[in-house]
């Protein structure tokens, strides 16, 4: 793939009252790689990525998506573009299944009724959902399966730039490693951004790093080098798991 950046962001601030969350963020993020996103809780992950999506107005600043700056679209203007997020509170239809999900995911494209159904089918494959698991009520399914639901969602949309947030969280090793093998084929298609806690997650995954910290992009290079910086250790991995969990 290319080394143009198919996201930039420049100064991006916003601001809730009287807390900055995001402090002046420049990002570059080149087409086709997986950045992954560190931080203690309250660095503000969650509100960079929707300021992104514009599910938050920036105070100021811009987001230039494939050169194109985002200033004044809607939400949905800006999904139709290929921006696609996963929050950290799954949005699923409670009461349809998964397949159903996952063709609601999918109409976006407005693909012929059998491409359509293809679509879904390589998504529910990809996601390893056999066709009872693919007929279960969402509100029915583990918090792991709700998890991969969404993901299916995500590839069967076909985004051009994903948004992953904690996307492993509250999930056991094995799970993480079978959300691993799914990031990876979104990511045969799609640029990634995900927001992680999970070190070996991350060293699976991502290419490098940017780790956040008060708002600000402290620091951003390999996995490496994060993990082998004094100031990254003080306020972030030297700290016990459950302690940026807490
Ligand atoms: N909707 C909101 N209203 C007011 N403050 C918010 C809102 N969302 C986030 N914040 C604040 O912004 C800061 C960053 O939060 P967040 O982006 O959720 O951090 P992270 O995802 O890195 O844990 C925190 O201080 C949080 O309390
Ligand atoms: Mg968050």
Request: charged share 30%; net charge positive.
């Amino acid at each position: 793939m290319s080394d143009s950046p198919i996201l930039a962001t420049r100064g991006l601030v916003k601001r809730f009252g009287g807390v900055t969350a995001v402090d002046g963020v420049d990002l570059v993020i080149t087409a086709g790689e997986i950045r992954c996103l560190i931080g203690p809780n309250g660095a503000g992950k969650s509100t960079l990525f929707k300021c992104l999506t514009h599910q938050h107005q920036p105070t100021s600043g811009h987001v230039l998506f494939e050169g194109r700056d985002l200033q004044g679209l809607a939400p949905n203007r800006i999904a139709r573009l290929g921006i696609a997020i996963k929050n950290q509170i799954p949005s699923i239809y409670a009461n349809l299944d998964v397949r159903e999900n996952i063709r609601l995911a999918a109409l976006r494209r407005k693909l012929p009724k059998r491409e359509l159904d293809r679509v879904v089918e390589l998504a529910l494959e990809e996601i390893g959902f056999d066709d009872g698991r693919a007929k279960q009520l969402a509100v029915t399914l583990s918090h792991a399966h709700r998890q991969w639901c969404e993901l299916g969602m995500l590839l069967a949309s076909d985004p051009r730039l994903a948004l992953l947030d904690e996307p492993t969280a509250g999930m056991t090793r094995d799970e993480m490693l079978k959300t691993v093998d799914i990031i990876k084929r979104l990511n045969a298609r799609a640029t990634v951004i995900v927001v992680e806690h999970d070190l070996e997650f991350i060293a699976r995954l991502a290419q490098r790093v940017t780790v956040l910290h008060r708002g600000k992009v402290l620091l951003e290079d390999t996995m490496d080098k994060i993990e082998a910086n004094e100031t990254v250790r003080d306020i972030y991995l030297g700290r016990r798991k459950e302690a940026i969990h807490a």
